[in-house]
C-alpha cells in the first residue's frame, strides 16, 4: 500500500479528533483564575495523542514515514492550540524548539526509516567451533563454564559460553546463590588468554542468567589474528583450558538455506505480538495481553495497511482463545486455524512438560547468508537448567536503541524446529554491543528443547527476507580433553 | 473568472509601528495603504533599519500562499473559532527574539554563526556524535529559526480574523488545485509524486463535514470524503447513513471559501459564473441526485455576537 492512503487515513482521523475535542470542549478553558486545565484542554491533549498513537503504529507498519506521521500531529497540535486560550497561553510560553521529527532523524531531516542498512554488507564473519569445558572447583560456588565457538568479524572476536553453577546442596553458598550466576564467582583475580605465538588478550564476559546458568560471550580483544592455531586461558598466572581454533574449521559444511519474501511489515506487527504472546506462555507469570493490540489492528486495517480479507486478525485472537486470554479488543472473529508453528508452541504447552534433564552445550558455527543486510552467526545451542538458548552473533543489525521504541517496526523474528517436528519460538535477550556494531545475543527458545535434535530447521524473518535453514547440530564429536 | 470573483473586498487593522494600520484585502490582493511602496521598505529593512508590521504581514502571507498548514491550521466553518488576537502575535515574535529552547540549549557557542546579530543558538552537540554530525546539527539550528519564524508567521495570519483566513485558505487550495485536479496535464503527469493529496482530501473533509452536517441534519463524522480528478464535479451518495462525497481541491476556492458550501438548501459543487453580488452555481438538493445551476445573490451579513471577528467578511448567499 503507498504511503499515501495511510497519511489520508492519519489526516482524516486527525480532522475528527479535532471536531470531537471541540465538542468535548464547550468552552475550551478552565474555570476562571484557576490553572488547571479546563475540559478543553484536556480533549486536546486526548485528541493529539490519540493522532501521535496512529502514526507511531503506521510508522512501525512501515505504511507511512515517522516525519509525516508527525507532520500531521504537528499541524494537529497547532489547530488545537490556536482554538483554546489555555493552550495558546501555554505554547507561548515555551520558546520554539525544533521539531520533533529533527529530534527523531538520524540524517538530518531525512526521514528515519527501518531499511536495512548496508553497513556489514560483505562483512566477513567466521565461525570456529570451540567445544571445550572448564571445570572451576572453587569450594563456595563451583561451576563449569562451557566455551562453545569462536566468531571472528573484521575487527572483533567473541567465543560464545554459558556458566553452570552447581551449588552446594546443603545450602552454605545461599548468600552467593542471590548474587545470581555469573563470571563474578570465578575464582581468578586476573583472567587473560594466550595464543601459540605467545601473544596476550584480554577477556571480558558480557551476558546474563538467572540462578543456576549465565549465558553469554567472552570478547577477546584484540581480535585473534587469522591462523591463531589454539588459545590458552589463563587464570592469575596458571594456563587452565586450550582453545583450538583451526581444528574443525574445515569440518562444517555451510547449511541449506531457503529464501523467500517476508510478509508485509503490518503483518509482522501483529504477527510479533503471537511470538510475544507464545513466549511468555512459558513464562512463570505467564502471558499478558497487549492493551494496545485492538488499537493497532483497528488503525492498520482502516488505514489499509493490512488488506480488509488478511487472516492475520483473525489468527491472532484465535491465539489468544486458545491460550485462553480475554481482552485482546480484536474486532474481528477468531480465525477457525492458527498457524502451525504457533499451534504447535501452544500444543507443548497443554501437553506435559518434557521431563528431561539433559544439559547439553554444543558449539554451531553455522553463518547465515546475508539476510536483509544483516550476518548471523549461529554459535551454539544449549540446553541448562530448564532453559534452551541458540546463541547468536549478529552485524549489520539496527542498533538495540532502535528497536526500543514504544511501538517498535518487527525486527527480525527467530523460529526452530526440532527432530520431532516440534516448534519453538524464540525471543532475543538484550544484545551486547560491540565496538563495530556486532551484537552478540540469546535467543531463549519457548518452550525449551526437549532432547537436542541432530538436525534443526532454523526459519530468519527480516523486513523482507525469510530465510529456512537446515542446520545440523552435531556435526562433529566432541574434542577431548589435552 | 477567478476563484475570488464571487468574493467582495475585506479590511482590518493591524499593530504597525506604534500605532495601528489598515490592511485590504482586494482581489486576491493584500494591499497595504499606508506603505504605498513595500518594496522598498523592504530594501530598507534588509539594510538595517526596522520592518513596518504591515510589511511583515504581508511578507507572511506570501510565504504560506501555497502552505497546506494553512488548511490544517485555519477555520473549518464560522463557527470554528479561531482565538488568537494580536497580543499573541507580540507574545511569539519575542519569545522568536529570545532564541531556541529545548534539548540543544546547554553550551554557548558551540556553533558559532548560525545567527546574526541576536543571542547566538546555544548548541551541545552529544559527545558521541560522529563528526559529520556537526553539520546536522546545524541543521536543526536552522529548523528551529524557521519554526520560529513559522509560528510568529502563522498567529498573525489568523490574528486577521475570519474573512483573511479564508481568504487565505482559498488561496492555498487554488495554488494547489490545477495539479491535484488534473487540469493541469504537466503537472498531472507528475500525479505519483503528489505529496499533498492526504493534506487536501482532509482539507476538504474537515470543511465539508459541518456543511454537510447542517445540509442533511447528519452526524460529521458520517461524512466520507475523498479526492476528485478530471472533469466534472464529482459526486455525492448517501450509503447506509453515510454520506460518500468525491470533491475536486478546486472546492475550497470557488465554493467553499466563498461561502457558499450550501445555499439555498443545496450542497452547492461547483460554481459556473463567478461573480459579487450575483453569481451562478450548480447546487445538489438531495445526495444522488444531479446538481442543478441555481442563480444566488450575496447578503450583507454583520458579524453577530456569537461568531468569530470578521465573519461579516464572507458573504451569505440566498437563491
Ligand atoms: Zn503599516
Same mark, same amino acid.
Given at each position: 500500500m503507498s504511503g499515501e492512503g495511510a497519511e489520508t487515513y492519519l489526516r482524516l482521523l486527525a480532522e475528527a479528533e479535532l471536531r470531537r475535542a471541540a465538542h468535548a470542549a464547550d468552552g475550551w478553558e478552565g474555570p476562571a483564575g484557576h490553572g488547571e486545565p479546563g475540559t478543553g484542554t484536556v480533549a486536546a491533549e486526548i485528541a493529539l495523542w490519540r493522532i501521535r498513537r496512529a502514526g507511531r503504529i503506521l510508522a512501525a507498519a512501515g505504511a507511512l514515514d515517522e516525519e509525516s506521521a508527525e507532520r500531521a500531529a504537528d499541524d494537529l497540535r497547532a489547530a488545537l492550540t490556536v482554538r483554546s486560550r489555555g493552550l495558546l497561553s501555554r505554547s507561548l510560553a515555551r520558546r520554539p524548539a525544533a521539531p520533533p521529527w529533527m529530534l527523531l532523524a538520524s540524517g538530518g531531516a531525512a526521514p528515519r526509516r527501518r531499511a536495512p542498512t548496508a553497513r556489514h554488507a560483505g562483512v566477513s564473519m567466521r565461525a570456529v567451533p570451540v567445544g571445550r569445558t572448564l571445570q572451576v572447583?572453587?569450594?563456595?560456588a563451583p561451576s563449569a563454564l562451557h566455551f562453545m565457538s569462536l566468531v571472528r568479524t573484521a575487527a572483533e572476536a567473541v567465543i560464545t559460553v554459558v556458566m553452570r553453577m552447581h551449588w552446594p546442596a546443603d545450602g552454605s553458598s545461599t548468600d552467593l546463590e542471590i548474587t545470581g550466576a555469573g563470571p563474578h564467582h570465578l575464582p581468578y583475580r586476573q583472567l587473560w588468554a594466550s595464543d601459540n605465538r605467545g601473544a596476550g588478550y584480554s577477556v571480558v564476559f558480557d551476558g546474563d542468567g538467572g540462578t543456576a546458568s549465565w549465558q553469554g560471550v567472552v570478547r577477546l580483544s584484540p581480535a585473534p589474528a587469522r591462523g591463531t592455531r589454539w588459545l590458552d586461558l589463563v587464570g592469575d598466572g596458571t594456563a587452565l583450558l586450550r582453545l583450538h581454533l583451526v581444528r574443525q574449521a574445515a569440518r562444517q559444511p555451510g547449511p541449506a538455506v531457503e529464501e523467500s519474501a517476508a510478509p508485509p511489515p503490518a503483518e509482522r506487527l501483529l504477527t510479533q505480538e503471537a511470538e510475544r504472546i507464545l513466549a511468555a506462555a512459558w513464562d512463570a507469570r505467564g502471558p499478558t495481553p497487549d492493551p494496545d493490540l485492538g488499537e493497532i489492528v483497528t488503525v492498520l486495517t482502516h488505514a489499509g495497511a493490512i488488506a480488509a480479507d488478511s487472516p492475520a486478525p483473525g489468527q491472532l485472537a484465535a491465539l489468544y482463545g486458545r491460550l485462553g486470554l480475554a481482552g485482546h479488543g480484536i474486532a474481528v472473529p477468531a480465525a477457525a486455524e492458527i498457524p502451525a508453528p504457533w499451534a504447535s508452541v501452544a500444543a507443548q504447552r497443554e501437553a506435559a512438560p518434557p521431563a528431561s534433564g539433559q544439559e547439553v552445550f554444543t558449539p554451531l558455527a553455522v553463518v547465515l547468508p546475508e539476510i536483509d543486510g544483516a550476518r548471523f552467526a549461529l554459535a551454539g545451542l544449549s540446553c541448562a537448567a530448564g532453559e534452551s538458548h541458540l546463541h547468536v552473533v549478529a552485524a549489520g543489525m539496527p542498533p538495540p536503541a532502535d528497536r526500543l521504541t514504544h511501538i517498535g517496526s518487527p525486527g527480525f523474528s527467530w523460529w526452530l524446529k526440532d527432530g520431532a517436528g516440534n516448534w519453538h519460538v524464540g525471543r532475543a535477550s538484550e544484545a551486547c554491543t560491540l565496538g563495530d556494531g556486532t551484537q552478540a545475543f540469546r535467543l531463549r527458545l519457548a518452550p525449551p528443547l526437549a532432547a537436542v535434535p541432530d538436525t534443526a530447521e532454523v526459519v530468519v524473518t527480516g523486513p523482507a527476507t525469510r530465510a529456512r535453514a537446515a542446520v545440523a547440530v552435531r556435526p562433529a564429536p566432541q574434542t577431548s580433553e589435552d | 473568472m477567478r476563484w475570488f470573483d464571487c468574493l467582495p473586498g475585506c479590511e482590518t487593522q493591524v499593530p504597525c509601528g506604534h500605532g495601528m494600520h489598515p490592511v485590504r484585502w482586494e482581489a486576491g490582493m493584500l494591499r497595504l495603504p499606508q506603505h504605498p511602496d513595500a518594496e522598498a521598505e523592504l530594501v530598507l529593512a534588509a539594510l538595517g533599519g526596522e520592518k513596518a508590521g504591515c510589511v511583515a504581514l504581508a511578507e507572511a502571507w506570501g510565504r504560506h500562499a501555497s502552505d497546506l498548514s494553512v488548511l490544517a491550521v485555519g477555520p473549518r466553518s464560522p463557527r470554528d473559532e479561531i482565538r488568537v488576537g494580536w497580543d499573541d502575535v507580540a507574545a511569539a515574535a519575542q519569545a522568536q527574539q529570545a532564541g531556541p529552547a529545548g534539548p540543544y540549549a546547554v553550551s554557548a557557542g558551540a556553533v558559532p554563526g548560525v545567527l546574526g546579530p541576536r543571542r547566538p543558538i546555544r548548541i551541545a552537540v552529544p559527545? %558521541?556524535?560522529?563528526? %559529520?554530525a556537526a553539520g546536522r546539527w546545524q541543521q536543526a539550528a536552522r529548523e528551529i529559526e524557521r519554526s520560529a519564524q513559522r509560528r510568529t508567521d502563522m498567529l498573525s495570519l489568523l490574528a486577521l480574523g475570519y474573512g483573511f483566513q479564508v481568504r487565505l485558505a482559498g488561496q492555498v487550495a487554488a495554488a494547489h488545485a490545477g495539479r491535484a485536479d488534473g487540469h493541469d496535464e504537466q503537472a498531472a503527469k507528475a500525479r505519483p509524486a503528489l505529496t499533498a493529496a492526504p493534506a487536501l482530501t482532509a482539507a476538504i473533509a474537515g470543511r465539508l463535514a459541518p456543511a454537510a452536517a447542517d445540509w442533511l441534519g447528519i452526524d460529521a463524522d458520517q461524512v466520507a470524503v475523498s479526492l476528485h480528478h478530471g472533469p466534472g464535479w464529482g459526486t455525492a451518495e448517501l450509503d447506509q447513513g453515510r454520506l460518500r462525497v468525491t470533491l475536486p481541491v478546486s472546492w475550497l476556492a470557488w465554493v467553499w471559501a466563498c461561502g457558499l458550501a450550501v445555499t439555498g438548501g443545496h450542497l452547492i459543487v461547483a460554481v459556473e459564473r463567478a461573480g459579487w453580488p450575483r453569481a451562478r452555481v450548480l447546487g445538489v438538493r438531495a445526495p444522488g441526485t444531479e446538481p442543478v445551476p441555481l442563480e444566488v445573490h450575496a447578503i450583507a451579513a454583520a458579524a453577530g455576537p456569537t461568531g468569530p471577528a470578521g465573519a461579516g467578511d464572507v458573504p451569505h448567499w440566498k437563491m
Open positions: 572447583a572453587d569450594g563456595r | 559527545p %558521541s556524535m560522529p563528526a %559529520s
